[in-house]
């Protein structure tokens, strides 16, 4: 598994679109399908799962 020390142990949705170079529109939508774990804290704030943010963003495959 690739490590990524800039990635914070919660990442906002900001931070997880950055990661995979995507838009936070996308990144909600990976979490309403349930392929992203995230949680609410408080009203507002929605913190991903660190795990599951890089477990997403690994390659498939291998090309030669």
Do not use: W, Y
């Not at 949705?13 to 170079?21: G, K, R, S």
């Not at 349930?34 to 408080?42: D, T, Y």
């Amino acid at each position: 598994m690739f490590d990524f020390p800039a990635l914070p142990a919660q990442p906002t949705i900001a931070q997880a679109a950055h990661h995979l170079n995507c838009s936070s529109t996308h990144i909600r939508r990976l979490i309403a399908s349930g392929q992203l774990k995230a949680r609410r804290i408080g009203v507002r704030a929605i913190r991903i799962d660190r795990e599951s943010l890089l477990k997403l963003g690994q390659p498939v495959g291998g090309a030669r």
